[in-house]
T-cell receptor, first 116, second 109 residues
Framework: GAVVSQHPSRVICKSGTSVKIECRSL??????MFWYRQFPKQSLMLMAT?????????EQGVEKDKFLINHASLTLSTLTVTSAHPEDSSFYIC????????????FGPGTRLLVL | GQNIDQPTEMTATEGAIVQINCTYQ??????LFWYQQHAGEAPTFLSYNVLDGLEEKGRFSSFLSRSKGYSYLLLKELQMKDSASYLC??????????WGAGTKLIIKP
């Protein structure tokens, strides 16, 4: 199956710093990548949809200036949490779609962010 | 509004069979997905149904009835490693995935 990697797997940072998370599709080209956030014991919450070469589409309530998304190539998307605060501590998961809109999303292993 | 319903938690015995139900009300339908998520890990893809009927894949099967807005995931010969949350997700008319809250499955020896 399609493989998606994420880096780092875990990060601890001080409040006010910025954190960058990378999402890569290893064996396929992903025209669309998705960024999710998951709080403990809750379901996935879509933050934004990222299409290669264009601006990301953010879900309602997600601050685009705080969560910067760059999808510069068909195999790489990055999420930067700017000026992180403790309430941003969460499990961030990316997924990538192998083909068109109806295709399956494959998930990266996730990045656990802890902001002190 | 759009809504996906699945039980919060289920318990089953090792070696047995368990059926996890999912009902949905969405604006349009472009397929239903089942994902498995172990605690602290990202979801992994299990199955995809877009037509009515049963899709079998090893110990796992998934069923869909579009007219009833209903699906189930059937797990046979349960193993301890099957203890996880099972997420039902429906792709709506805009090709957005609408997620259920997940069903936590506890397997007892």
């Amino acid at each position: 199956g399609a493989v998606v990697s994420q880096h780092p797997s875990r990060v601890i940072c001080k409040s006010g710093t910025s954190v960058k998370i990378e999402c890569r599709s290893l064996d396929f080209q992903a025209t669309t990548m998705f960024w999710y956030r998951q709080f403990p014991k809750q379901s996935l919450m879509l933050m934004a949809t990222s299409n290669e070469g264009s601006k990301a589409t953010y879900e309602q309530g997600v601050e685009k200036d705080k969560f910067l998304i760059n999808h510069a190539s068909l195999t790489l998307s990055t999420l930067t949490v700017t000026s992180a605060h403790p309430e941003d501590s969460s499990f961030y998961i990316c997924s990538a779609r192998t083909g068109g809109a109806g295709e399956t999303q494959y998930f990266g292993p996730g990045t656990r962010l802890l902001v002190l | 509004g759009q809504n996906i319903d699945q039980p919060t938690e289920m318990t089953a015995t090792e070696g047995a069979i368990v059926q996890i139900n999912c009902t949905y009300q969405t604006s349009g339908f472009n397929g239903l997905f089942w994902y498995q998520q172990h605690a602290g890990e990202a979801p992994t893809f299990l199955s995809y149904n877009v037509l009515d009927g049963l899709e079998e894949k090893g110990r796992f099967s998934s069923f869909l009835s579009r007219s009833k807005g209903y699906s189930y995931l059937l797990l046979k010969e349960l193993q301890m490693k099957d203890s996880a949350s099972y997420l039902c997700a429906v792709m709506d008319s805009n090709y957005q995935l609408i997620w259920g809250a997940g069903t936590k499955l506890i397997i007892k020896p």
